[in-house]
């Protein structure tokens, strides 16, 4: 189904009221229907199914909750600073960048997660008992439990211990509307069994990279087996896992279903990015729909610190740029780019004589910025969640747990190949060097991807890129986030995470 037919599904969706719930998990919508008026028909589980991506897309197209905010500022000043040509700091992302949150940071919000999570449960509720056919009810089912898993594995890695709500709201004497904590475990333990379902039912959810795919689920599944595995000590069981769930996406060394050229990977807004074939999962973004947004707006440039001649060429908009590349950062780019000729770094990083005061040099990540043939930049590009290229680090990564290190390294040439038009780029398969090797491709190949701070977490190695994480690395819940004063103000059943306020 193409994507203006998904639209107008959603639209019948949004008419219908079939929202259970918004907020922060304790407030009912005033002129919801009742249940007895809905799921009645096919076309209304189907609706709802939509429904749920379109959710998930106002959580993740927010300025301040993003693939980025929630996935990797927290990699600190090595990678983030703020931006050269306008020395402003955004207060909230400076806080980011610097691990010093609060429960008032807009970043920690999660209302428009679980509004996203509520639709899920409600589809799973519902659509088993409605008359339809086993595919249409089996794509349903599949698409609601890939989302509730996914959704679930953002909040228990960013807050630890969360509600875990599974039935939808519909009446506010329920406990979902005013939830505790559940123990992380119980939370895994159900993003394990939706992972299950999802992939019982991989066989009828087709093709279209806007929903989940058999695909997206086995990558949700590997990235998901190797955080069990190497953070919450799960043992070599969730490595046979992540081998399976690799080997059903087709990962084996020597195949290579990577776009030859890495730009085109994000190349083209709106619904051109994922018609690519290396893109495995991605989430529309559309001008149209009022849906731009997102941290593409942190690397654009206000059009007074900008020369007049170069406004085609570096993205603008009507505010200024808030959010640059951390020195560090900036010169690991630099000397992949010259001295391995580096094809991503053209794509990761722009930069040029382009400042308005004495052609003063200013930098961006030349990635997701959206159309720029004009000014204001329109942040229209999609916001892709998995590609193949992580899939292939994944496997990496998994043979370096198992302490596979030439296998490793062939996974990782896979990568290197591209990068660097060299065979065999990485020859050392020590056990230092392999991860070094995986720390600099995360690095290199996924930034403002929302990808390299959990994979420096799972290779324990953030520690040595973030100084102010390492120096209280004993302090509780370091790694995981406040919970927002506005769900704590309308919830006192929340406690507030441990070593935060």
């Known amino acids: 189904m193409n994507y203006k037919n998904i639209r ?16 922060d998990l304790d407030i009912m919508q005033d002129n919801k229907p009742s249940v007895s008026n809905m799921w009645k028909t096919s076309i209304q589980v189907e609706n709802s199914t939509y429904g749920i991506y379109s959710a998930m897309r106002d959580n993740f197209v927010q300025d301040q909750v993003n693939v980025l905010t929630w ?12 931006s050269r ?13 610097q691990n010093t949150m ?22 799973l509720k519902y ?28 909040a228990v890695r960013l807050w630890g211990d969360v509600p875990l709500n599974l039935n939808p709201i519909e009446s506010v004497a329920q406990p979902e509307a005013y939830p505790i904590r559940a123990p992380k475990a119980s939370v895994y333990a159900q993003i394990g069994t939706d992972i299950d379902r999802a992939v019982e039912n991989a066989g009828s959810l087709g093709t279209d990279k806007y929903l989940a795919t058999a695909d997206a689920i086995n990558m949700l599944k590997a990235e998901y087996a190797l955080w069990m595995y190497a953070v919450q000590k799960g043992g070599d069981d969730y490595l046979t896992i992540a081998e399976e769930a690799l080997a059903a996406v087709g990962v084996k060394a020597g195949d290579n279903r990577l776009l030859t050229d890495y730009a085109k990977i994000f190349d ?7 018609n690519s074939t290396e893109v495995v999962f991605a989430l529309y973004n559309s001008r149209d729909e009022n849906k731009t947004g997102g941290f593409s707006t942190y690397f654009a440039f206000s059009d007074g610190a900008i020369d007049p ?4 060429t570096v993205p603008t908009n009507t505010t200024v740029q808030y959010l640059d590349y951390g020195d560090e950062y900036l010169e690991l780019l630099h000397k992949s780019q010259t001295e391995n000729n580096d094809s991503r770094v053209r794509t990761n990083l722009g930069e040029g004589p382009y400042g308005r005061e004495n052609r003063a040099v200013v930098t961006w990540p030349n990635k997701f910025i959206g159309n720029a043939d004009s000014s204001p930049m329109i942040r229209d590009c999609d916001i892709l969640y998995y590609r193949y290229a992580l899939a292939v680090m994944l496997d990496a990564e998994l043979k370096y747990y198992r302490r596979d290190y030439a296998g490793a390294l062939a996974s990782l040439n896979i990568i290197a190949k591209r990068a660097y038009g060299k065979e065999n780029f990485y020859t050392s398969a020590t056990q230092g060097d392999v991860l070094k090797a995986l720390c600099n491709e995360y690095l290199l190949e996924f930034p403002c991807e929302g990808v390299v701070w959990w994979a420096l977490i799972r290779l324990d190695r953030i520690w040595e ?5 390492k120096a209280r690395k004993d302090a509780a819940n370091i790694l995981l986030w406040p919970i927002s004063k506005s769900a704590r103000d309308k919830n006192s059943n929340l406690a507030q995470t441990e070593g935060w306020y």
């Open 127 to 154: 659509a088993p008992a409605v008359a339809m056919t086993d595919t249409k009810r089996s794509w349903a089912i599949g698409q609601a439990s890939f989302a509730r898993a996914y959704l679930y594995f953002w």
């Open 8 to 23: 107008s599904f959603l639209l019948v969706w949004i008419a219908a009221g079939v929202v259970s719930c918004h907020g």
């Open 465 to 469: 890129y973030n100084a102010d994480l």
């Open 309 to 312: 001649n170069a406004q085609a």
């Open 71 to 82: 996935g990797e500022l927290r990699v600190g000043e090595y990678m983030w600073r703020n």
């Open 85 to 97: 040509t306008e020395t402003i700091w955004l207060a909230d992302l400076r806080s980011v960048v």
């Open 268 to 274: 083209g807004y709106g619904s051109n990015n994922k």
């Open 102 to 123: 609060s429960s008032t940071t807009n970043a920690v919000s999660w209302s428009k997660l679980y509004t996203a999570i509520d639709q899920a449960n409600a589809v």
